[in-house]
């Protein structure tokens, strides 16, 4: 059977988040960059199948394409090192400091953010034909995403940033889902199954993902959207950010790493064998 055990992924899990630790600088920011790009790009796939057939629901339906071949290809999201490697932090693993973990953390991103921006600058081009030509339906959906999403925000003041907030957390509740979904599978249609669902969730819900936005913000203000970059780093990137964090490490990473991998029999056989033994008073 293809089926993984959940103690068994578990254990994949704190591997994994170990594993992205100690690779090297270059490669980190290699597969990090990939992933924006790749992910960057289904994004703009949505919005362009969501504006050619007015409805939302089959442009979030096609967007875990990206996110599929991302995951197969072994590149990384900073939504998906969140959830892994704190795991290492926390079981303890030998050489994984904090200064690992900000470390991968900081390459993630900025590999991320080259990624996605790259296509940002990619698909503005295309949309307005080289800047020489006002943005087509696809670029004016992108511009208009961004300010809703910045200014809509702010001008809830601390409700909205509540919101924001919130949705980021929702966002990566669903994504790292997806990152462990596809560890429950041996094979390649079953890791694809269980990854579209998750995604497919939080792109429909429009949740805040803060990769999807180091696209989607960029884009819309080479496009003409009427906001700022600072809008859109204090009113979307840093507290989806935030957001995204807690959400990965509190409503899965935690929990599987408590009720699977910290109790699991193998664990627990490990934990047995080490147990000193007692010596008798004279």
């Known amino acids: 059977m293809s089926y993984v055990n959940p103690s068994d992924f578990a254990k994949k899990m704190v591997d994994a988040g170990e594993a992205k630790v100690f690779m090297s600088t ?12 790749i992910l960057a790009l289904a994004a703009a796939f949505a919005v362009t199948v969501t504006v050619n057939t007015g409805d939302p629901l089959i442009g979030a339906l096609l967007f875990p394409v990206g996110f599929c071949m991302l995951y197969l290809l072994g590149f990384d999201l900073l939504t998906g090192v969140f959830t892994l490697v704190p795991l ?36 503005a081009i295309i949309v307005t034909f080289g800047f020489s030509e006002a943005p087509n339906a696809v670029g ?3 511009g208009h995403i961004g ?18 907030f919130v949705r980021a957390v929702m966002c990566n509740w669903m994504v790292s889902t997806g990152v462990v979904a596809a560890m429950m599978s041996t094979s390649v249609s079953g890791k694809i199954m269980a990854m579209w669902m998750p995604i ?14 180091m696209f989607l913000f960029p884009a819309g203000i080479l496009l003409g959207g009427q ?35 910290k109790t699991s029999p193998e664990r627990q056989r490990n934990a047995d064998e080490v147990q000193p033994v007692a010596v008798p008073a004279e």
Request: proline share 1%; charged share 15%; net charge positive.
């Open 26 to 37: 270059r490669d980190t920011l290699i597969r990090a960059y990939m992933a924006g790009a």
């Open 88 to 123: 290492a932090l926390i079981d303890k693993r030998r050489g994984v400091t904090m200064k690992g973990l900000w470390r991968n953390w900081g390459l993630v991103f900025a590999g991320n953010f080259a990624g996605a921006f790259t296509v940002a600058v990619f698909m």
């Open 140 to 142: 004016e959906k992108i």
């Open 147 to 164: 300010e809703g999403r910045t200014l809509g925000y702010a001008a809830h003041g601390a409700a909205g940033m509540l919101t924001l």
């Open 200 to 213: 497919l969730v939080f792109f429909y819900m429009g949740f805040e993902h803060s990769i999807v936005n």
């Open 227 to 261: 906001f700022t970059w600072m809008d859109y780093l204090i009113w979307n990137e840093i507290p989806t950010v935030l957001g995204n964090m807690v959400g990965g490490i509190t409503f899965v990473g935690a929990v599987i790493y408590a009720t699977h991998h």
